[in-house]
């Protein structure tokens, strides 16, 4: 893990470019680091980012796992569960895995768009943390699926549906453990200049919004040929 101040100093550095893009609109351009267009022809955003702090993704002790066991090419979604792009996206993306053998996806919760998403947030881990990532995802697929505002109370009773003890669930989701796990996740978004939902990272890029399915698959491909989004 990287030190407190040599991470202040990446995600100041970092802040202040993002800052200037801001102030700067003739140099908005500048936050496309690739060449990348969505589904609908439209520019993806996309920038480069720190490698000491992509590097520590992997070693976060919350993150939802799904597809290859190993690390042939791995994929990192920041998601919120009220989020309707995320939800827009999960089908296309757990089709895609089911279609990519060696595709390892991370799924990293943060939670920040309302309180419920907090809450709902914080069974997701308690249910990761005790049943281990395959009743997690299963758990997030539902509530992705599903219209309306999610919250704790519907996150348990999918927990319940899918064999969990609900009392023991919402123990779990209250405890000290769950929300330094939310803590950490929310704090990578946040090292990472990654504020909207969804998010992904690949190698050392990070893509904001969901590009669409046959964009993503694009930029799966390069990844699996040089770890980036456009070779």
């Not at 990761?128 to 309306?148: C, T």
């Not at 704790?152 to 549906?161: F, K, N, S, T, Y």
């Not at 046959?214 to 799966?220: F, G, M």
């Amino acid at each position: 893990m990287l030190p407190p101040n040599r991470r202040k100093t990446l995600r100041l550095a970092f802040g202040a470019v993002v800052g200037s893009l801001i102030v700067d609109a003739s140099a908005w351009a500048d936050d496309f680091w690739y060449d990348l267009h969505g589904d609908d022809g439209g520019p993806v955003r996309n920038t480069r980012l720190p490698g000491e702090l992509t590097g520590e993704l992997a070693g976060l002790p919350s993150i939802i796992w799904a597809g290859s066991r190993d690390d042939a090419l791995t994929l990192y979604e920041f998601y919120d569960d009220n989020c309707p792009y995320c939800r827009g996206a999960a089908k296309d993306i757990d089709r895609i895995l089911r279609q990519t053998p060696d595709l390892r996806l991370g799924l990293i919760n943060n939670a920040v768009l309302s309180p419920r998403s907090v809450e709902s947030a914080k069974v997701a881990l308690a249910m990761l943390s005790l049943k281990g990532s395959s009743l997690a995802y299963a758990l997030q697929q539902r509530l992705m699926a599903m219209s309306g505002p999610t919250d704790g109370e519907r996150a348990l009773r999918i927990g319940v549906e899918l064999g969990v003890d609900r009392e023991l669930l919402r123990q779990r989701a209250e405890s000290a453990e769950v929300k330094t796990m939310l803590n950490r996740q929310m704090q990578s978004a946040a090292d990472l200049g990654l504020s909207a939902t969804p998010a992904f990272v690949l190698g050392n890029s990070g893509i904001t919004g969901y590009p669409g399915p046959k964009s993503l698959s694009k930029i799966i491909a390069a990844g699996r040929v040089c770890g980036e989004p456009v070779c």
